[in-house]
């Protein structure tokens, strides 16, 4: 029996409590400026005293950011739609591909199978911008690039994590497919979703800008965060999010948390799945 | 009216699909699609191996491996490589060891336990640029409340990712806020399925719990540990968003990792033929490094089967 002392449950306890702290206090924290006005973000030192508001909140879904230089236009909203139109097409694509060629693999030992399981890992291996550079100079000027390299991410990526976790045969029965197949896959779609989902953040899909080119999954984190993190830097830019007075960190802390909050949500009602898809998934040999 | 069989007309064919070839059916979409994507991988190679600047169309040309002999002497090409492997080891390593110990203290099965593991799940579901946002509104050095914090312990001027001796520490320390997580929920979950007979006969024979647990859990978590490490390792030699979220790759030079690098060559400087030949030296380093993963998994895995 595993018998412990006072003296290590306390130092357990606060261990916990340390890690606790430093993962859950940036969300926390975040979430406190999108509720707080400039003035109250920008006094020193900082405190979680303050009068809340919405008006950040309010700025971003209305599109209507009110200030003295008049009324901007912020489209923030759309760019959360694009984000939510982009990763759930990209995960049905990944399912619709990957989730057959995982049964296969998985349920199946046939002469070759290692090798093209292997050739569809490696593509993982490839990194992403190059695939990305040379479809965008392949594709000048068009969204072909950015579609391609989305469907590559999407399928090549999971079919290793898509490990069979149950002997059901899919194609035997819709029944099987639908009742055991599908809710076993569920660990990783789960597991899919939120992160494609928060791989395309709030990304927006608006075209120019100074680099021009927005490709892919690190682009397309980056349009959530540059888009935003520019305003942070203080560099200019075109996220909209900067009156005459100054850089709205309120409305950039609102943007983060309404471009995460889906994310969360549904981690949270999945979490179980969650677990079980990450871990069944990428371990189970 | 009865329908009877006509014992001279020939068997009707039905189209079925053999059980040989049923899987390679079924993984053939995902290979053509991915086949599909060969396509710009491989320009990419062409492009690697040609002079190609996208402000210099007239001088676009084949120059074979020139462009991979001038990283031998470019300067910043090992900086990218020094930069580049410094954070791969320094966050893998880091994660990998606070993971284990998150894990072990999440190990038993309690609802506290749970309830943090879960917790501990949201900055994995963060998209690692909106985390590096969140991170540079909080060590801002005018309102930032991290940059309050460490002037409280008597640090005044720690600038975080604006110094060059400081910046590596903080995308390294975001790396760790968004993806120690999935390591620990990893190692939990290989910790949890640990069958109990070998603890509880250590237990009964007095071996002591720091030896159990270097004789005994961590070889037994290996594949658990291979995997998580492979998974990481993969992302962090190609990281991108979070350096250039928080830093664009610099200040200066200071942390143009290889896909950070080859962006700013493409997308900048417009070097499209150094850029591909920078992504395929990454290319080849994860490639040889995913290899070297997967056989000692495969090993392991064979291992187990044998002794099982």
Known sequence: ?285 | MTATADPAAPPRRRFRVGPRALPYLLSLPALLVCIGILVPFFTAVFYSLQRYRLSQPWARGMNWGENYLNFMSDPSFWNTLQVSLTYTVLTVGLELLLGLGIALLLQKPTRINNFVSVMLLLPLMTAPALAALMWKLMTNPNFGIFSYLVSQLGVTDFNWASDPSTALFTVVLVDIWVYTPFIMILLLAGLRSLPKQPFEAAALDGVPRMAAFFRITLPMLTPYILTASLFRLLESIQQFDIIYAMTQGGPGDTLTVFQVEAYLNFFQSTNVGRSAALLMILWAITFFISNLFIKNWLRLRERARGGA
């Open chain 1, 1 to 285: 029996m595993d018998h412990e002392s006072t003296l290590e449950r306390w130092l357990r306890g606060a261990a916990l409590t340390v890690v606790v702290l430093f993962f859950m206090f940036p969300i926390f924290w975040i979430a406190l400026m999108s509720f707080q006005t400039n003035e109250t973000i920008l006094r020193s030192p900082p405190s979680m005293v303050f009068q809340p508001t919405l008006s950040n909140y309010q700025a971003l879904i209305t599109g209507q950011l009110d200030s003295q230089a008049g009324t901007l236009q912020i489209e923030f909203m759309s760019n959360l739609a694009n984000s939510a139109i982009l990763s759930v097409g990209s995960v049905v694509v990944a399912l619709l591909l990957g989730v057959p060629a995982a049964y296969a693999f998985a349920r199946y030992k046939f002469r070759g199978s290692e090798d093209i399981a292997f050739t569809l890992l490696s593509f993982r291996f490839a990194p992403p911008l190059a695939r990305a550079a040379a479809a965008d100079a392949l594709f000048p000027g068009s969204r072909a690039g950015r579609h391609l390299c989305r469907a590559d991410l999407g399928v090549s990526a999971d079919l290793p994590a898509a490990d069979p976790v149950d002997r059901a045969r899919l194609f035997r029965g819709h029944l099987a497919g639908r009742r055991i197949r599908l809710p076993h896959r569920r660990p990783w779609l789960v597991r899919r979703l939120p992160q494609d989902r928060a791989a395309a953040g709030g990304a927006g899909d608006r075209g120019g800008g100074a680099a021009g080119v927005h490709l892919r999954l690190e682009q397309l984190h980056l349009r959530a965060g540059a888009g935003l993190g520019r305003q942070a830097a203080g560099d200019g830019g075109r996220a909209g999010l900067r009156d005459r007075e100054g850089i709205q960190y309120g409305q950039i802390a609102a943007a983060v948390v309404l471009s995460i909050a889906p994310t969360l949500a549904l981690a949270l009602y999945a979490q179980r799945y969650l677990v079980e898809g990450l871990s069944l998934g990428a371990v189970k040999g």
